[in-house]
C-alpha cells in the first residue's frame, strides 16, 4: 500500500529501494522559499542503522507491514530453534542467525515475539529480563567480598554474564535482555 509524506507517523514501517525502514522521527518543514519537504529518522529494521533522509512533501512510498506473531520457543534442533504459533499452533523453524542476540536467552518454554515481513523474520522482541540457571563459574573465594567485584558466569544457553562473586553454579539469575547485565537472584 503506498502512502504519502502527509501519512507519516513514528513507528510506521516503510519499504524503500535501499531496505525495510521504520520511522523513528519526522518533522514536516516548510521553508521561506521552496517547496516544503518531510525530515526523517528511519532505523532499517533488519541491521539496526540509524540513517536520516528527506523526502518531498507529497511524495510516496511503499508502507511495509510487519507482523508481530507470538510465539512460544519450544526447543533446539541442531543449530535451529523450533517455535510454536500461541495463535495457529503451527511450527516454525528459525536458524540462530535470524535472531541475532535474542538467542542467547532463549529457554524452551519462554515466549518471544517474532516480527514477520512476509515469511522474513526481520526482528524479535523478548521480555525485559528472562530467569536463567549458571551452567559453569569459578567459585567464590572465603573471604573474598570486594563490593561490586564481578566473575565470569556461563548461563545455560551459553550467554557468559558477568555477576557477583558470591553466584554459585546452579543458581538460577534474572538477566536483563536488552544489555545482558545480572539483576538478581532469582526466586524459586
Same mark, same amino acid.
Given at each position: ?34 517547496? =516544503?519537504? $518531510?525530515?526523517? &529518522? ?5 541491521? #539496526?542503522?540509524?540513517?536520516? %533522509?528527506?523526502?518531498? @512533501? ?69 521480555? =525485559?529480563? $528472562?530467569?536463567? &540457571? ?5 567459585? #567464590?573465594?572465603?573471604?573474598? %567480598?570486594?563490593?561490586? @567485584? ?39
Amino acid at each position: 500500500m503506498a502512502i504519502s509524506t502527509s501519512d507519516f507517523k513514528n513507528g510506521i514501517s516503510l519499504d524503500l529501494d535501499d531496505g525495510l525502514f521504520q520511522i523513528s522521527e519526522f518533522q514536516h518543514v516548510k521553508p521561506g522559499k521552496g517547496g =516544503a519537504f $518531510v525530515r526523517t &529518522t528511519l532505523r532499517n529494521v533488519r541491521t #539496526g542503522a540509524v540513517i536520516e %533522509r528527506t523526502f518531498r @512533501a507529497g511524495e510516496k512510498m511503499e508502507r511495509a507491514f510487519i507482523d508481530k506473531r507470538e510465539m512460544q520457543y519450544l526447543y533446539a534442533d541442531g543449530n535451529d530453534f523450533v517455535f510454536m504459533d500461541n495463535e495457529t499452533y503451527e511450527q516454525l523453524q528459525v536458524t540462530r542467525h535470524q535472531l541475532g542476540a535474542a538467542s542467547d536467552y532463549l529457554v524452551e518454554g519462554n515466549g518471544a515475539v517474532l516480527q514477520m515481513y512476509g515469511t522474513e523474520i526481520v526482528g524479535t522482541e523478548l521480555p =525485559a529480563s $528472562v530467569i536463567l &540457571t549458571v551452567a559453569q563459574t569459578e567459585p #567464590g573465594l572465603q573471604g573474598d %567480598r570486594v563490593s561490586g @567485584a564481578r566473575k565470569a558466569a556461563t548461563m545455560e544457553t551459553g550467554v557468559v554474564v558477568q555477576v557477583p562473586l558470591f553466584i554459585e553454579t546452579g543458581e538460577r539469575l534474572k538477566v536483563d535482555t536488552r544489555n545482558g547485565e545480572y539483576i538478581e537472584r532469582a526466586n524459586g
